[in-house]
């Protein structure tokens, strides 16, 4: 936390408890909507070693990256503004109905696993983990199906970033067409 490094220090503020994150100004859609945001600074925070990189653990945008979460290369063409902006204050919102949703499998056998189904047939159901992993599950051993409904994409993730650096964030990801 003490590090000069504001990467550094970005990655641990975002893994404290919220009560001790440092506070950031409150910001509102519209507030977000009406700010000018630079695409190239935005870049610069989804760079290997921007203060977001640790996002690039789940999305890819070009060559870099996983494909756990969205596609973020031309998220621009997909998303407006406002649903950009919304799916980064509050990630858990629109999980439900996406592709992206995580789910809890429990087994006859008692072992638990979580993740996004990828694939599905009438024998088996295909998990992609969070570590990118896929398991393949026999349906007969399924004993349990839970969705849920937090996003993996942790709340507060864009907390550690000044309203500017947000702005930047959308204007770059928008302009990923």
Do not use: Y
Request: hydrophobic content about 40%; aromatic content about 2%; charged content about 25%.
């Amino acid at each position: 936390m003490a590090s000069s490094d504001p990467n550094i220090r970005a990655i641990f503020e975002s893994l404290l408890p919220p009560s001790e994150q440092p506070k950031r100004p409150a910001v509102t859609i519209d507030q977000l909507l009406a700010i000018s945001g630079d695409p190239l600074k935005g870049a610069e925070l989804l760079r290997q070693d921007g203060k977001l990189s640790d996002c690039l653990k789940c999305h890819r945008h070009g060559e870099t990256g996983t494909d756990i979460g969205p596609e973020l290369t031309k998220i621009g063409a997909r998303l407006s503004r406002r649903q950009l902006i919304e799916s980064l204050l509050t990630p858990s919102a629109s999980v439900a109905a996406s592709e992206f949703r995580q789910w809890t499998i429990a087994m006859l056998d008692g072992t638990v696993h979580s993740g996004i189904i990828v694939g599905r047939d009438a024998a088996s159901l295909t998990l992609k983990m969070i570590d990118g992993r896929t398991l393949k599950l026999a349906e007969d051993e399924i004993d349990l199906r839970q969705p849920q409904t937090l996003s993996i994409m942790p709340e507060g993730r864009v907390n550690t970033l000044s309203v500017q650096e947000i702005a930047d964030l959308i204007a770059f990801l928008h302009a990923s067409r």
